[in-house]
Structures are given as structure tokens and as C-alpha cells.
């Protein structure tokens, strides 16, 4: 095994050891290189730092914070350059935390709203021994690292650049050495084990891997579960307030359970299935208002950005309004979460999942998933359709509404089935519905935001302290998510005519399997 | 990326030791930082141990084909990248001076780099020539180093003037004073006068200090050398100053 399979950092190359090494034997290994010059022990605490669903790890990239006599240092390794370091001070849980420069520039756009949480921890004595060359510079590095409670050594080297033929002389000299070998698993995976957690292990989509020929009743269960799961996973995150994100992923795992239990009625047993139905709907409704203002404290930083500097000051009492309004609503939110009734239906619902009694006793179930999950995409396909066309290209609000909510099962059951359908084959009818989908979902957050405005424009009213201008601001503003809102709707009609295009209405004809089933 | 020159036709005023620190506390804050050293006496490179790469020459850095990033080699400050040089680079004048538009070529080489590096510090000889001219496309920002004598100001208003003639878009010139002696009376006058920044001067006065010399001796930064003297504090807001008069390039 010559590959380090287990660390991707690209200049960097870890190297375990079975045995202890005395740094004095590997400073006599590297001996023939140059001088060696071996540093003092540090005890060193290395946290990895990761968003809940890996976005660091998933660009290919790591980020590291070190502790070492009462100094921190983040030391973020991007896939594809060199390594770049920087102290911080106090705690870094937001890419906004993250020191001005390399690493918060390319970490913003990877985080987004995400929270960085300690992945793995490991506490280290750590040696520094260099290679140098006649004018004493560094021209290898390797980390001699000793875990704590670990008599193993893991040696860490990193090539240089500019000095590279040093740097693989160094490494093959190490590999060398009696029982030296790459090491197999990543120290960020062998730390995150100790938590329970693996890179990679938590990801919002549906990454399943159906057979088109498994039975739909079995594949709807599948899908089922793996929307409990993600459920679960995010409820302790939505409690405990890490990041908006966890209350997002809970609630589309809601809906989506939601949506398949209402689409897949000929699947899955309606009857048996009706007191689950009651209670996601209290889950969805319990959590919404909690959600819709992370959504207007996301976005009002935005808008005011976008308005005139003295109307986006005036709205600061708005601003801490939502902060205000949020806090409130993710108290009951966190006691809905932490209450009895949420977990005796999480209980219920789980054994509900493994029992004979979730899928219908029907032929449809015994089908295979992928003719029964194209003609469903194919029929919520044409609903929407037929609903969009009977409106005329400006549907009146409450018709972009029902429309949203048609093209959200939609979408659903597409990515419920994409893989026994063949990720290809729905490819042309997931984007367009990405687009008109963003039409919509765009369209409702404004149309909410407007009612939240007027409530707290009311509510700031009977304050006495608060000042004209904010509430003119607010008109402002209010005009201004109107603006907002009409060219949404104007974009609806382009939107959907590709959306209801020859091209993909074909392509949706198709995802039965050529020919197989002709509509 | 932000390239900021340190430059003056007068020699031994401070400029290698305003680059390699300045270049060297940018990367100690996190930032990406790379430092050219142009001049063929090559005091960068030796401030920081570098020799040019085997395959280095100053015809293949002259050459557009060849990316500047395969001569780069790290120091041992981390973050901080070094492009060195050595005697062998004296030629680099002719080198530019055989191939199209050499005044522009060293900005074309930099251009990159961009996305790379956050700064790029160039260290220059002390002379006019075409890759002095050539630093003057290149640079965002022109850091002047000034030793308080009537000498060094007239170097100062020559350098204005060459600046004026050469070059077509502006570059900001960012006079400081350096090696400054309060023990002497012009040097305190020239403190007086250029107090607050005015005249352009920015407002950090870096004294003459036996801690450079040590520093230069140790072959390392101030910081590493003395991290509270009264020189590395010198530098650190020079650096402060250089920052915010450049836009960041953080955001
Ligand atoms: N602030 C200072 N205090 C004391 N000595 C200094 C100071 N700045 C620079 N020196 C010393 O003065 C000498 C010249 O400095 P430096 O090499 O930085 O100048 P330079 O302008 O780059 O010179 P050249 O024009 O030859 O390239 C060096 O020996 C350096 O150590
Ligand atoms: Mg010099």
C-alpha cells in the first residue's frame, strides 16, 4: 500500500506507527538528508472543526483549530492548495468568526448559515523536527505526534513548496523505517469515531440507492425511514439552536414524509397511516413559525443592504423585533421538541416504519418501485400542469400558493425515486422545476414576510417609543418586498413555459423506461 | 491580490527590511503572502534563507510561458512564500529587455498569482531601470522609505516625478520614514515635518534600531526576534497602515 487513502490533504502525508519511535531515532533516520533539528514537546489539544453536515470535508478540504499553551491557531487545508494559518482569538462557530483573509473567504461560500462544531478531538504531545539545508532552512518537515493514553506515533510530513525532491526524499526515508506504514484511516475519522460520527454521515438528501425492480412498498418504506432518520438527527441541533439549518433539514424531512404518505396512498395503507398524518401536521405547524422568521432575519440583512442607508438604520428596531419574535418562538419550539408527545410519536412512528401495517395490501405495492414512481411523477406532473394552464399566466395569489405546494410533492417524489428511475433520465425535469420551484418558494417567503411586517408594524405602533422613520422604513420596505414579489410573479410565465416545454414533458413521459410504458 | 512595491532609487534606506517584515507579518495574520525579491544582490532571499530553485534563471522568469508559481519556494514563515534571487539576476534587465513590452512584463507574470496570494511584496533594487519600470505596472501601491535628510527628500520628489513619467494609470505612493535617529536634529525636524502624514507620509516613524541588525543577523523577521521592541512595533503599524490604505483584499 503506497497511497494514503485515508488523509486527502494534498501535500501532507500521515504516516502511522504501530511502535513508539524516540524522535531521536527518527532524527538519526533523516540524518543522510541534512540537518536535523528536533523541537521541544508541545502538548497540543487539534479540534476538527465541520459543519453537522460536512461541507468542510465535502470540498475536500479540512479545517483545523490547535491549542497549545493557552494560543489558537485555525489551520484550514483547501483541497487543492497549500495550507494556510491564522491565530484567532475567542470561539469561531460562524464563517463570520473566522479570520479576515484566505480562510474566511473560502469557507463563507462552502459554510453559508452552517455552524462549525467539533468534529473530533485529540489531544497530542507534538515534536516538530526539521530537515534543513546549509543555510539552515527548513526544507522537510515532519510532525512527531504521540496521542495521549497511545503509546502509537503518527508521523506527519509536509512537502514544501519549491523544496519537493527534499520533501519525498524525506517520506521514503520514514517509510523506510521498521513498521512505518501510510496510515490507512484519517486521524479526522478515527476522532469523529470517538463521537459516533463518520465524514460524510449526515447529508439532507435522499441519497438512496433504489433497484428499479424492488417492490414500491418496500422502496416507499426505505424512503420512510431514511426521512426518520433525518428527522432524528437534527432534532438535539434544532433544540440546542446550533445553526439555522437543523430546524430547516427537520422540517423538509416533515414534508417530505408528509408528501409521500399523501402521494403514495396506493403504496402505503391510509388508515393505518392517519394517526401519523395528524401528528406531522402538528410537527409541521409547530415548527413553522420558528422557521419563517430564521427565513426574514436571513434575508432582512439582505434587504437592508439593498435599500438607502438611512431607511435600512430606521429598520433596526425591526431588526431587533424578529431577534426578539425568534427567540420567543424557538423557546416553544425547543419545548415541543423536548416534549412527551414528540417523542412518544418519534417512538411510535419508528415501530410503525418496521411493522407489516405501513404498506397497503394491494397490487400496486407489490409492483416494481419504478413503473409506480413514474406514474406518479408522471400524474403530479400533469396536475400541475392542468392547475397552472387553468390559471393564465399571472395566477391570483392563492393559486401561486397551491402551486408551490403542487410543485413541492413534485419534486419530492422525484428525489424519493431518482435512483430507480435513473438520475439521468429525471435530470431535464429537476432543473426546470428547480426554477420555477424557486419562482415560487421565493414569491410565498415575500408574501409571508409582508404579513410578518404588518403584525410587527401594529405591534411597534403601540409602542410608544418607537419613531416615525422606522415605521416609514418599514413602509419602505414593505413596498419594497412588493416590488419583489411582482417580478416573481411576472417570472412565473417565462418560468413555466419551459417548464411545461415539449422537451421535458417528454422526458417525463419516459422515466417509466423507453418504451415500456407508453402514455 | 494586492501588490505593493517597496521602492526607491536611493540604496540602504530600509526597503528589503520594510518588504521581508511587512510580507512576513501579512502572512503571520493569515493572509496568503508572497515576496519577489527583484534585486540581484539578493538580501531577501538571504534575510530568509532562500536560494533560487536549481531550474530557476532569469530568462525562464522573463518568459511569458513559465508560470511564476514554479520558481516560488516556502520560507519558514508560514504562509509567507519567497520568490528569490541571487547575483545571477542581474541579467533580468536584459532578459525583460529582449521580449515585447517589457515594462508591462512583470505585472503580465503576476496576473496568475491572483486568487492565489492575498499580497505580493516586491522588493527592488535600488537603481532606475526598465525592471524598476516594469515595478511601477505592477504595483497597486508604491511603499517609499525615506531617511530624514535633505538627500533622501529630493530622491523622494525625483521618484514622483519618474513615477509621473512612466506611468499611465495611478499608483499610490506611500512615502514612510525610516531609519530615523532622534538623537539628530534633522532627522527630528523631518519627524516634525512630516508628523500626522503629511506630505503623503504615512504617519508610522520606524527608528533606527540595533534590533534590525540583529534580526538581519538571526536571519529572521523582528517578530521573531524581539516581539515588543520598539522597531517591530514600528513595523506592525506600518503594516496597519499599508492595509488600510490599500482596500483590503479580503472582501
Ligand atoms: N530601522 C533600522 N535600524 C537599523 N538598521 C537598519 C534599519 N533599517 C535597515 N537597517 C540596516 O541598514 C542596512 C540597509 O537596509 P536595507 O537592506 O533594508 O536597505 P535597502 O534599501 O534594501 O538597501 P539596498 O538599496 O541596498 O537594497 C541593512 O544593514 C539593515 O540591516
Ligand atoms: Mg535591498
Redo the contacts with the bound molecule.
Keep these: 500500500m503506497t497511497s494514503d487513502t485515508g488523509d486527502r490533504e494534498t501535500n501532507r502525508r500521515v504516516l502511522a506507527l504501530e511502535a513508539p519511535l524516540p524522535p531521536e531515532r527518527l532524527a538519526a533516520a533523516l540524518q543522510p538528508e541534512g540537518e536535523v533539528a528536533v523541537g521541544r514537546a508541545v502538548q497540543l489539544q487539534r479540534t476538527y472543526l465541520d459543519s453537522f453536515d460536512w461541507r468542510v470535508w465535502g470540498s475536500g478540504g479540512r479545517l483545523v483549530l490547535e491549542e497549545s499553551g493557552g494560543r489558537q491557531s485555525l489551520h484550514w487545508h483547501p483541497g487543492a492548495m497549500s495550507p494556510v494559518t491564522a491565530p484567532v482569538a475567542g470561539t469561531v462557530r460562524f464563517a463570520s468568526d473566522l479570520p479576515a483573509g484566505p480562510i474566511r473567504r473560502d469557507l463563507a461560500p462552502i459554510l453559508e448559515m452552517r455552524a462549525l462544531l467539533p468534529m473530533g478531538r485529540v489531544a497530542l504531545r507534538q515534536r516538530l523536527v526539521r530537515v534543513l539545508d546549509g543555510q539552515r532552512k527548513t526544507v522537510a518537515l515532519v510532525w512527531w505526534e504521540e496521542r495521549s493514553g497511545c503509546t502509537a506515533i503518527r508521523l506527519r510530513t509536509e512537502v514544501l513548496t519549491g523544496y519537493e525532491r527534499a520533501g519525498e526524499a524525506v517520506h521514503r526515508r520514514l517509510l523506510a523505517l521498521e513498521s512505518v506504514t501510510p496510515a490507512g484511516e484519517s486521524e479526522l475519522a478515527l476522532a469523529a469515531a470517538e463521537h459516533g460520527r463518520r465524514p460524510g454521515d449526515y447529508s439532507s438528501r435522499i441519497d438512496l440507492e433504489l433497484k428499479p425492480e424492488t417492490p414500491a412498498g418496500e422502496a416507499a418504506r426505505a424512503v420512510l425511514r431514511r426521512l426518520a432518520d433525518t428527522l432524528r438527527a437534527n432534532v438535539d441541533g434544532a433544540v440546542e439552536d446550533l445553526d439555522t439549518e437543523f430546524l430547516h433539514d427537520l422540517r423538509v424531512a416533515v414534508r417530505r414524509t408528509r408528501a409521500a404518505l399523501g402521494q403514495l396512498k396506493a403504496v402505503l395503507d391510509p388508515e393505518a397511516a392517519a394517526p401519523y398524518v395528524e401528528e406531522l401536521r402538528w410537527l409541521g405547524n409547530a415548527t413553522g413559525p420558528c422557521r419563517d422568521l430564521d427565513v426574514f432575519q436571513l434575508n432582512v440583512e439582505g434587504y437592508r443592504k439593498e435599500l438607502a442607508p438611512d431607511t435600512a438604520a430606521a429598520l433596526q428596531p425591526l431588526a431587533d423585533r424578529l431577534h426578539h419574535m425568534r427567540a420567543q418562538s424557538h423557546r416553544e419550539l425547543a419545548a415541543d421538541l423536548r416534549s412527551r408527545r414528540f417523542s412518544g410519536f418519534i417512538k411510535r412512528w419508528d415501530a410503525f416504519l418496521d411493522s407489516d401495517r405501513l404498506c397497503a395490501d394491494t397490487a400496486t405495492a407489490t409492483l416494481p418501485v419504478r413503473s409506480v414512481a413514474a406514474d406518479h411523477i408522471q400524474r403530479a406532473y400533469g396536475r400541475f400542469l392542468n392547475r397552472a394552464q387553468g390559471m393564465g399566466p399571472q395566477p391570483p395569489a392563492e393559486g401561486m400558493h397551491r402551486l408551490r405546494i403542487d410543485a413541492k410533492k413534485l419534486r419530492y417524489l422525484l428525489e424519493f425515486f431518482a435512483s430507480a428511475l435513473g438520475k439521468s433520465a429525471a435530470r431535464p425535469l429537476v432543473r426546470e422545476l428547480k426554477a420555477i420551484q424557486d419562482t415560487l418558494g421565493a414569491y410565498h417567503d415575500l408574501h409571508v414576510q409582508q404579513l410578518r411586517l404588518q403584525e410587527v408594524g401594529r405591534e411597534l405602533l403601540t409602542d410608544n417609543g418607537t419613531g416615525a422613520d422606522t415605521l416609514l422604513a418599514m413602509g419602505r420596505l414593505s413596498a419594497f418586498l412588493e416590488t419583489r414579489q411582482e417580478q416573481h410573479h411576472h417570472d412565473f410565465a417565462r418560468r413555466f413555459a419551459t417548464f411545461s416545454d415539449k422537451s421535458v414533458r417528454k422526458a417525463v413521459a419516459r422515466l417509466g423506461g423507453a418504451g415500456e410504458r407508453a402514455r | 491580490m494586492r501588490v505593493i512595491a517597496v521602492w526607491?532609487i536611493?540604496?540602504?534606506?530600509?526597503?528589503?527590511?520594510?518588504a521581508v517584515n511587512l510580507a512576513a507579518l501579512a502572512a503571520r495574520e493569515g493572509a496568503r503572502a508572497l515576496l519577489w525579491d527583484l534585486?540581484p544582490?539578493g538580501?531577501a532571499s538571504f534575510l530568509l534563507r532562500v536560494s533560487p530553485r536549481r531550474k530557476a534563471s532569469p530568462r525562464r522568469l522573463a518568459r511569458r510561458s513559465v508560470e511564476l508559481r514554479r520558481m516560488v519556494r516556502a520560507t519558514d514563515v508560514p504562509n509567507l512564500d519567497l520568490l528569490p534571487s541571487d547575483l545571477t539576476y542581474r541579467t533580468l534587465e536584459l532578459e525583460l529587455n529582449a521580449r515585447k513590452s517589457p515594462s508591462r512584463r512583470l505585472a503580465v507574470k503576476l496576473t496568475p498569482l491572483d486568487g492565489h496570494y492575498d499580497w505580493v511584496v516586491l522588493?527592488c533594487?535600488?537603481s532606475v531601470t526598465l525592471v524598476s519600470e516594469a515595478v511601477l505596472h505592477a504595483a497597486d501601491d508604491l511603499l517609499v522609505?525615506v531617511i530624514p535628510s535633505a538627500l533622501s527628500l529630493r530622491t523622494l520628489e525625483q521618484t514622483r516625478r519618474f513615477i509621473a513619467q512612466t506611468r499611465s494609470k495611478a499608483v499610490r505612493v506611500l512615502p514612510f520614514l525610516?531609519?530615523v535617529d532622534r538623537r539628530r536634529r534633522l532627522h527630528r525636524e523631518g519627524c516634525e515635518r512630516f508628523a500626522g502624514g503629511a506630505e503623503g507620509f504615512l504617519r508610522t516613524i520606524?527608528?533606527?534600531?540595533?534590533i534590525?541588525?540583529r534580526a538581519?543577523e538571526a536571519r529572521l523577521p523582528l517578530f521573531a526576534v524581539a516581539p515588543s521592541s520598539r522597531?517591530t512595533r514600528a513595523f506592525a503599524s506600518l503594516w496597519q497602515e499599508v492595509r488600510e490604505q490599500s482596500a483590503s483584499p479580503t472582501d
Aim: proline share 11%.
Design positions: 526607491s536611493k540604496g540602504g534606506v530600509g526597503k528589503t527590511t520594510a534585486d544582490q538580501g522588493d533594487a535600488p522609505p525610516s531609519m520606524v527608528p533606527m534600531s540595533s534590525v541588525e538581519a522597531a
